[in-house]
């Protein structure tokens, strides 16, 4: 079974520009969140979906957004780049998106996409 | 709101010394815990997961964790290290509610000398 595929693996923009990540989930999971990873802040929880909707959503600001497809898959868009935008941005499926409260779930991260703001 | 706290950036061992990775969490209730791995240039893969019962956790790569709920730590222990256990360890605590949000740590990266 596939892993959790996100594309591209790499992104430099600069500032003001958006960009939109993509996520693959494993076949059959219906949950994916987002997190950002810096070295200052550490992983830190973006938002998550499940089955197209946004079911919840971290401390960040109005220019992240995301979307679920009726697929599975999902992106993430961040609009007016700034420098501190600069991350790794990776995404994790689970079956149930659960995967904090029961035992059964495991999240899967893919390899994340690394985004450099200049 | 919850939290954790790995207290240790940095560690080294040599490899075939015994590791420990310390991990102390804030929860109100009964907490479900987990140690996580990231090998550089790579996303993060579960080692192993505690919900409830026996409080000696097993996971992958020969890797187990101690629930000590009186010191509210869940550390990391592996009796013999290998060279490519190398990598940044985070621990985590699980959300409540619905969603499946993780609260992780800052993470402590391992280097193995040989």
């Known amino acids: 079974k596939a892993g959790v595929t996100q594309t591209p693996r790499y992104l430099i923009k600069t500032r003001g520009q958006q960009v939109t990540l993509s996520c693959s989930p494993i076949s059959g999971h219906r949950s994916v969140s987002w997190y950002q990873q810096t070295p200052g802040q550490g992983l830190q929880f973006l938002f998550e979906?499940?089955?197209?909707?946004?079911?919840n959503k971290g401390n960040f600001p109005g220019r992240f957004s995301g979307r679920q497809f009726s697929n599975s898959r999902s992106e993430m868009n961040v609009s007016t780049l700034e420098l501190g935008d600069s991350a790794l941005y990776l995404c994790?499926?689970?079956?149930?998106?659960?995967?904090?409260?029961?035992?059964?779930?495991?999240?899967?991260f893919g390899p994340g996409t690394r985004l450099t703001v200049l | 709101a919850q939290s954790v706290t790995q207290p240790d950036i940095h560690i080294t061992v040599s490899e075939g010394a015994s590791l420990e990775l310390r991990c102390n969490y804030s929860y109100g209730a009964t907490p479900y815990l987990f140690w996580y791995v990231q090998s550089p240039g790579q996303g993060l893969q579960l080692l192993l997961k505690y919900f409830s019962g026996d409080t000696l956790v097993q996971g992958i790569k020969g890797f187990e964790a101690e629930f000590k709920r009186s010191q509210s730590s869940f550390n990391l222990r592996k009796p013999s290290v290998h060279w490519s256990d190398a990598a940044e360890y985070f621990c985590a605590v699980g959300g409540t509610g619905t969603a499946s949000k993780l609260t992780f740590g800052t993470g402590t990266r391992l280097q193995v000398t040989l």
């Open positions: 994790a499926s689970s079956l149930s998106g659960l995967a904090g409260l029961l035992s059964t779930d495991t999240q899967y």
């Open positions: 979906y499940f089955s197209e909707t946004q079911r």
